[in-house]
């Protein structure tokens, strides 16, 4: 066996039987040494430079990677391959569905291909070997293939009522956490985006009661602030000298804004409501500006918590402050 063949069976034995041309960085990988082992029978092409490995079953699986090869780089498992790979009740291998982090033209043979201009490292995960969408995410992206429109143009389509009923399986099995399910509608969650609506109604149906910690809290804020294109606040500061006012969540240190996030739902504890009133008084006394945000303004309208911000900003930028 060759050294090109050796170094092919231990990228396809990754891979279910299936390689990509890219993946062939051996000298002697031209196109003609390719070309000559396809008329021998030795490999198979099963999509534009992506092959197999006679003799490779075609299952599933193989016909996943295969998908994820001809996609390029940066590409993940998803939708209802996503759900099917960590076994979610009503979802069966056979659908090939991947998501791209970026713009593409060209029509798959192998795939059913969707792109997204915002994928984070937290919503990329390995299933089985396969690069696939985070659980949270892949709930996310199972609800956008209910709308209308795609019933209407004959595209894969999913009942609204599968997708909720997919959200409640996940979460009795512990694979994903109401949390983690807030911060992937909140940093993708926009007006008309597929899903998104739907989404936040299941969140508010399981959410009533719902009391996030602090950390939890804290990392939904950065990722809404992120994904808007805002510039990233200091974090867990001290404020005061002299007069010492405490820790506060958030702070842009040259415009003067403090942000203090809060996880209960409804305040009605009298104290720490009082308690909350005198600090805020505390922080504006020594010239901050005081901004209260809650779980429910990020996960329902993170767009309109963050244009509000923008433009505070802005203006808080633009005043020069007086000695």
């Not at 109401?178 to 149906?205: C, F, H, K, N, S």
């Not at 005061?240 to 996030?261: K, P, Q, S, T």
């Not at 209960?264 to 500006?289: N, P, V």
Request: proline share 5%.
């Amino acid at each position: 066996m060759s050294c090109l063949d050796e170094h092919v069976v231990l990228i396809a034995s990754r891979q279910h039987g299936a390689f990509h041309r890219r993946q062939l960085t051996q000298g002697r990988a031209t196109d003609r040494a390719l070309h000559r082992r396809v008329v021998a029978g030795q490999w198979e092409r099963a999509a534009p430079r992506v092959y197999v490995l006679r003799g490779a079953p075609d299952t599933w699986h193989r016909r996943l990677w295969i998908g994820l090869l001809e996609a390029g780089h940066e590409t993940l498992a998803s939708r209802r391959s996503a759900a099917a790979l960590v076994s979610i009740p009503g979802f069966r291998p056979g659908p090939v569905d991947i998501l791209k982090g970026e713009a593409h033209e060209e029509r798959m043979r192998s795939c059913e291909l969707h792109v997204s201009s915002w994928i984070p490292p937290h919503h990329r995960t390995t299933v089985d070997g396969f690069p696939t969408t985070s659980v949270a995410r892949t709930l996310f992206d199972l609800a956008a293939l209910g709308t209308p429109a795609r019933r209407r143009r004959g595209l894969p389509y999913l009942h609204p009522d599968r997708a909720e009923r997919a959200v409640d399986d996940a979460l009795v099995r512990d694979l994903t956490t109401l949390d983690e399910l807030a911060e992937v509608v909140a940093t993708l969650g926009r007006q008309g985006r597929p899903g998104t609506r739907r989404m936040r109604e299941i969140l508010e149906d399981r959410g009533a009661g719902h009391i996030v910690t602090e950390s939890v809290l804290e990392d939904l804020f950065l990722g809404v602030v992120a994904s808007a294109g805002l510039p990233l606040p200091a974090r867990q500061r001290t404020l005061g000298g002299d007069d010492l006012v405490g820790r506060v969540d958030f702070l842009y240190e040259a415009e003067r804004v403090v942000i203090e996030c809060d996880g209960r739902r409804h305040h009605f504890g009298k104290i720490d409501a009082e308690r909350d009133r005198w600090r805020d008084l505390e922080l504006t006394a020594a010239g901050w500006l005081v901004v209260r945000v809650t779980w429910w303004q990020l996960v329902h309208q993170p767009e309109r918590f963050t244009d509000h911000l923008r433009r505070l900003l802005e203006r808080r930028s633009s005043v020069k402050p007086t000695n």
